[in-house]
């Protein structure tokens, strides 16, 4: 008998297919559409094996649904979807996608950095608007990046890539991290620095940090309020570890340069948040670790883990 595989997305058949040889493959059918989670309840209740998304909440509530399930992989390097402690209760293993998307996503938190200073988006609207007129000096002039401070919040994988990256642009890397990263210090000269030196002295300030109880809400209103006032903030790891209606407020009284969000408390953002109404805010669609290579990537990495169960053999990603 083979064992019974839940896919909560429509994944590219050519991925899914080969693992039809260890499971019985049943699969939500929409791409583009998270699964309801009355129907996702009821898919889970005789799988072995359950294939998610980091938009499906894998939590105490879906295992009480889940007798028989043993393994969960997730498709996304965070794992703040699913319910560690719950899954160790049960016995149920997990696991993630880390070093496949590092340099990808590590890519477009600098193409926030630059969209932001050089007011990029802002300035293909005005062309596109009609608006250009003329050159003149002071035309949509931003804030400089090269030689500029950026403090990392998070050193992990993804935060020093950005930290090398950085180094490129002959920027000065301050860093906030639960660890010392000795090593990154000597060979690039990284600095470390208390979260409120870091907030105080940034020019760009980059959260990369993982998304849990110790982060929820790490930069409110205070920590907005230490920033330069012609600071940027970037966010490309998860929306609740900044107060977004604190950020809609420090920009709006002109107290930050600009903010660059790939996540959000709430995704997909309403399309009536009033961060959506400053032009200084570049936002994006959750696009962080979204290359072709990448997200192909991601998904082999899930299919390794499910063919080792498959055959009976150890996973290795695991975070439970
Ligand atoms: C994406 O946000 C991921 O965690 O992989």
Known sequence: MKKKLFITRKFPAQIVEPLREYYDISQWDEEEMVIPRDKLL??????????????????EELLSHAPNLKLVTNLAVGYNNIDVQALRKRGVMATN??????????????????????????????????KWKSWYPMQLVGKDVSGATIGIIGMGRIGQAVARRAKGFDMKVLYNNRRRRHEAEEMYGFQYASLEELLKQSDFVVIMT???????????????????????IINASRGGIIDELAL???L????????????????????????LTLSNVVALPHIGSASLETRTAMLMLNVKELTAYGQGKAVTNRID
């Open 97 to 130: 996608t880390p070093g496949v998307l590092t340099n990808t996503t590590a890519d477009l938190v600098m193409g926030l950095l630059l969209a932001t200073a050089r007011r990029i988006p802002e300035s293909e609207r005005y062309l596109r608007e009609g």
């Open 42 to 59: 009821a898919a889970v209740a005789d799988c072995e094996v359950l294939w998610v998304t980091l938009a499906d909440q894998v939590n």
């Open 210 to 232: 993982p998304y849990n109880n110790d982060t929820e809400g790490l930069i409110g209103a205070e920590e907005l309020a230490l920033m330069k006032d012609d600071a940027v």
């Open 248 to 250: 809609y407020d420090t």
């Open 252 to 275: 709006k009284e002109g107290k930050l340069w600009a903010a660059g969000l790939d996540v959000f408390e709430q995704e997909p953002i309403a399309m009536d948040h009033p961060l």
